[in-house]
Every structure is written in C-alpha cells, then in structure tokens.
C-alpha cells in the first residue's frame, strides 16, 4: 500500500545530503562514505589532461551533441589541472538572432546557485580573521534582526547555515520579483521573511537560500560593509575576475557581454527576460569561464591564485571537509559546497539554476581538477551532468566489477521502499504551501525486480544503497531509503 513519507534531500541547486547524529555533529571530519557503488568501464583509459589538444578534442566532439540533445543554445566550458587552465571555450550561441558564437573570454552567464560558493568563501575569511565562531549562535552578529529561539539551548550556527541544517522552512515567492522596479535590498528580505524552524539544527539538511541570504547580512553587521564592494574587493579584484559581477543590474560593459537567456517556444528558441532575483548573494553572480578558472585554481591551491591569498590553507581545508550527511552511507555537505563520489574519486562542487540559466562548477581535489559547464537555456539541467558522466568517465574511470544481482524474486523484498514521497524542501506555515504544489516521488517496483524512482531504474548494491542498473551512480549521487523500526521505509536522501 502506498505511504506519504518525508524525502530528506537538496533538491534543485544542490544534491542530497542529510543528517547523522547531531551529537557527533561538532567538527568537521570526514565521513566514510560507507558503499562505493560499482562503476562502468573507461571510454579511454589512457586519456590525460596533460594533452591539450585531446581535451579540446573531447569537448569538441561532446559539446554540440550535449546541446542538440538537450535544446541548449550556447555554453561555455572552462577544465583546471593544477593550477593551470587547460581549456576555456564557448559553443553555441550567445544570441540567435544575430548569429554570436559563445566566446569563452568574454561572453558571461548567470551562474545561479554556484554564487553561494562566494558568499561562503567570504564568510570563511572572517572565520580565518577571529570574527565569526562557525558555532556561536548567528543572533550574535545579527544587528536588526534576530532569529527566533524556537528550539531552546539549540540555536542557528554559521555551521548549520553552510551546511544548510538550520532547519528553516522553504520559502520562494518573496526570493523573486516580476520587474526591477520591485527589486528590495536583500536584508530587508531577510528581516521581512524570517522562515519557521520546523527541525532542530543539526538534524536534517534541506536546502535554503534563505540561510546563505542571511550569512550575507552577518558579513555586513560584521564588516559594517556592502555586501556587494567586500565581494568585489575581497575576492573578484585579488583574484582579478574583472568580468564578474554580483549586480541584478549589469555595469555596461559587462551587461554587453551577458548572453541572452532561452526557452523554447514551439521550434524555435527564443530570448526571453531571466528572473530577477532578491536574494543576490544566493544567487546572482554573473562570470565568464575564464574568470571562473581562478577561483576554481585558488580553491585547488589551498586559497592561493597567483600573489593573491583568498583563504589561509586551513581555512580552505576545513571548507571542503566533510561536515554533515543525513546519512553516512552518501555524500553530505562541507562547508558550503557540497561533495558526491564517482568513479571512486571524491568530488565537491555546486550546481546552479535560475529559470534560464543552469551550471555545474566540479573540483577533483585527490587529482588537482576540475571544471565548469555554463549554459544558456532550461535544458541545461540535465546537460551538465551528462558531461559530468562523461568527463568523469573519459579521464577518470573505474574499472567495472561484479554487479550485485536482481531478479524478479526482489520484487517482494523490495516492496517496503514503495510509496509516494514529499520532499522535506517546501514551506510548512506559510499561506504558499496551499499555492505552490509539493514536489513529490513515486517509488515502484519494476516486475524485473528494479525499483523505479520517478521513472528511472535503480538496483540496491547493498543495505538499502540504490544505483543505477549498469553501476553507475547517479550524477547528483546514489539514493539510500531509511527504514522505521517496522521495516517500512520513511524517507530516502
């Protein structure tokens, strides 16, 4: 029979992860990632980065069947090895109508979510300066507002908030407005919209642009700066990325070089205006790939670009440890990125979304690498984790092992994961929970003895972990149900 159970996951911007016992929960360590799932072959085992005019190659032959695939008019890809950009390049269209090509050095996308990854890099500077206890309560630096003391003696760290475990319901009809005219500062988002604590802190991530909005008005009491000139001046200009901007409203010369955004209207493709968006420093930078590399390369060398420092190196480390997981047998979050294996090898990074505009940002730490995938259109969604896939597979591979066996006999044991699950991202108080419908997830079990989640196939390669059927994990990670003392399954992350 079917059950209504809570789905504990990121959904949108960033992949699942979610809570282990609050009690360990304290400084960061890492995790054992508990079941590495099996992996399909090489495409080419003797791929290397090294050779340059391979990884053009590549990309070349990849790129336009990923745009055609997924109705995307232009991207543009930026691939790092230590330390050095080893390629940058556009394909595509920037504009239709008049034919511009995608130019990797000038041409800027709107990078959406992937803006968090700034908003925490600022925030652990002050952490490296003294001036923010990543587990003092946030009400301590908060000047014009205070977080309400739902849970007593469990208050809302900085922690919580990059990890995105403070617990807040969801709340998105005030995070976008329909003209510019409308637009309002982003504090004053955050003092207006202050969202209910339905779980105490620490115990279930689930994702919030609130709580990134918020850390970005405690580096204003704290500074007593704009938000917006630190950015500029604490991260873009040292790390010259003089072609990015955190401005809804564009300078000139940059605005001049932003490509349209897309959607699909019967055959064709057309511009269309992207959201405006509040809460800026969640998501409303705007780079090229070029400029992207460099921030990319300074999280690779431990906070270092060039002369330039943007984090000490035990600032950095700590950023991309392991810091939470609703589950020990998946990937979790670290501080502000979020982290997921494949082909055994451990990644962090941050995906972004806005309406139009979608994009993948991945680092490699154990091999000095990585990239990042920019697109123009809806259908940029999927794409980037088919290069993801890709890639991964191309310089990266694992070789295939045994797979775990299944059969139409699984059907009655897996008959305990099926049921209609709501996501736990969704607002609980609010008078838009009766506006927006809840996302929700049919499980079933296929007669091949597959379980189907939201129509994909899915095989348990062990205590309730859930792969794809040929091995692979799912570009956005591996899913693990969690079962009631009865045995029936209450949610999965």
């Known amino acids: 029979m079917k059950h209504l159970a809570l789905v504990i996951c990121i959904m949108l911007l960033v992949p699942a992860a979610a809570a ?10 890492i ?14 085992p003797d791929s290397s980065l090294s050779d340059l005019a391979e990884v053009e190659e590549f990309f070349d032959q ?35 109508a008049n034919r511009t090509p995608v130019d990797a050095t000038t041409t800027a996308f709107r990078i959406g979510s992937i803006t968090k990854l700034f908003t925490w890099t600022l925030v652990m500077q002050l952490v490296d300066e003294g001036k923010i206890d990543l587990d003092a309560d946030v009400n301590t630096y908060l000047k014009d507002m205070k977080i309400p003391d739902t849970y007593p003696g ?31 500062p982003f504090r004053q988002y955050c003092a207006e919209n202050i969202p209910a604590r339905v779980n105490p802190p620490g115990k279930v991530s689930s994702y919030s642009n609130y709580g990134t909005t918020l850390a970005a008005v405690i580096v204003e009491d704290i500074t007593g700066v704009p938000f917006e000139q630190q950015l500029q001046s604490r991260i873009l200009d040292p790390l010259g990325m003089a072609r990015t901007s955190i401005l809804e409203d564009l300078p000139p010369v940059l605005a001049a ?21 509040v809460v800026a420093p969640a998501a409303t930078v705007s780079s090229t790939a070029p400029d992207m590399t460099r921030f990319m390369i300074a999280h690779m060398q431990g906070g270092r670009y060039g002369n330039a420092t943007i984090l000490s190196k035990p600032a950095a480390d700590l950023m991309h440890a392991r810091a939470f997981a609703n589950d020990p047998r998946i990937s979790g979050m670290c501080l502000g990125f979020y982290e997921n294996t494949y082909n055994g090898l451990r990644t962090i990074g941050h995906d972004g979304d806005t309406t139009l505009f979608h994009a993948k940002l991945v680092l490699i730490p154990e091999k000095q690498t990585g990239f990042i995938v920019m697109y123009n259109s809806p259908g940029g969604g999927s794409a980037r984790n088919e290069v993801f896939e890709q890639f991964m597979d191309h310089y990266y591979p ?6 775990p066996a299944y059969s139409p006999a699984d059907v009655a044991r897996l008959q305990k994961y099926t049921g209609t699950y709501d996501t736990n991202r969704r607002s609980f108080t609010r008078f838009e929970k009766y506006l927006l419908p809840t996302t929700q997830y049919e499980v079933t079990v296929a007669p091949d003895g597959t379980l189907i989640l939201s129509g994909k196939a899915l095989i ?19 899913f693990v149900f969690h079962t009631g003392p009865d045995g029936s399954a209450d949610y999965f992350t």
């Open 257 to 277: 070089n932003l490509t349209k955004g897309f959607e699909s209207a019967g055959s064709k493709n057309v511009p269309v205006r992207d959201a405006i968006i």
């Open 20 to 29: 282990f016992d609050p009690n360990v929960y304290g400084e960061p360590v």
């Open 154 to 184: 469990k208050p809302v760290t900085m922690r919580h908030l990059m990890t995105h475990s403070a617990g807040f319901e969801d709340d998105t009809i005030h995070q976008e407005v329909l003209m510019e005219s409308d637009l309002s």
């Open 398 to 403: 694992m070789n295939a092992v045994a797979l």
């Open 62 to 96: 990849l790129m336009p069947a990923n745009l055609a695939r997924y109705n995307v008019v232009g991207a543009s890809v930026a691939v790092i090895s230590d330390g050095n950009v080893i390629l940058a390049k556009g394909y595509g269209y920037s504009d239709i």
């Open 31 to 44: 995790i054992p990632a508990g079941i590495t799932p099996v992996l399909k072959n090489a495409t080419n």
């Open 460 to 478: 348990d390669s062990g205590d309730g972990n859930f792969v794809k059927p040929d091995g692979t994990r799912p570009a956005t990670g591996s």
